[in-house]
């Protein structure tokens, strides 16, 4: 028996409903950083996860009730290595520097 990836998914998840996150982003005055915050209402930091690259940004969070998936495509590619992320009651503040490709 096959099982398929929408069975696989919800093994994983279990009977918890799948949301995506609010994401609201903006960039800074100098165009020089993207500020993304993401909001996961009662997951805690310990169950956040994230993938990163410098084109894209995927995040996974599971509350007590709810898993909350979702993604973000940066419109300038951005330095990964310079990203910072914080978090706070169920808020992840992100800074991600655009890529600086001319550097000395």
Known sequence: MK???SEQTERKMGKKEIFPPVICSSKDDYNQVYHINFILPGVKKENISF???EKKMYIEGESEHFMYLG????LKPIDPMKTSFHFRDGEIE??????NKFRD
């Not at 993604?71 to 940066?74: P, Q, Y």
């Not at 992100?94 to 890529?99: L, S």
Request: aromatic share 18%.
């Open 94 to 99: 992100i800074q991600a520097p655009y890529e």
């Open 71 to 74: 993604g973000f495509d940066f």
């Open 51 to 53: 993938r990163l690259n």
């Open 3 to 5: 099982i398929t990836r």
